[in-house]
Nanobody
Framework: QVQLVESGGGLVQAGGSLRLSCAASGRTFNNYGMGWFRQAPGKEREFVATINWSGAITYYADSVKGRFTISRDNAKNTVFLQMNSLKPEDTAVYYC??????????????????WGQGTQVTVSS
């Protein structure tokens, strides 16, 4: 498995931006597709975005499309989530995860075998 550590969460006003980072170690990073998921209090974990091994293929949840951008730097073993135009409903713990579905990434949490500890994002109105 690959070890993942997220950073970059915090408190931001509605309309603001945050950039989350997820540093990977332990295995060859570009052997994995990567994803971001989030879980708000009292809600199930939901898919946010995924990226394939090269960065050429990305998918987004409809709720974040046009506002969030997932990217990766394989030389630095890091995946990013740039979040713009944040809304109070984006408030959640954000998790990065690694999947062996490296060609396309995945929208399904069961496809991910490694997870980070999560980073809190709070958007105030």
């Amino acid at each position: 498995q690959v070890q993942l550590v997220e950073s970059g969460g915090g408190l931001v006003q509605a309309g603001g931006s945050l950039r989350l980072s997820c540093a990977a170690s332990g295995r060859t990073f570009n052997n994995y597709g990567m994803g971001w998921f989030r879980q708000a209090p009292g809600k199930e974990r939901e898919f946010v975005a995924t990226i394939n091994w090269s960065g050429a293929i990305t998918y987004y949840a409809d709720s974040v499309k046009g506002r969030f951008t997932i990217s990766r730097d394989n030389a630095k073993n890091t995946v990013f989530l740039q979040m713009n135009s944040l809304k109070p409903e984006d408030t959640a713990v954000y998790y990065c995860a690694a999947t062996e579905k490296l060609v396309t990434g995945s929208l399904r949490s069961p496809d991910y075998g490694s997870w980070g500890q999560g980073t809190q994002v709070t958007v105030s109105s």
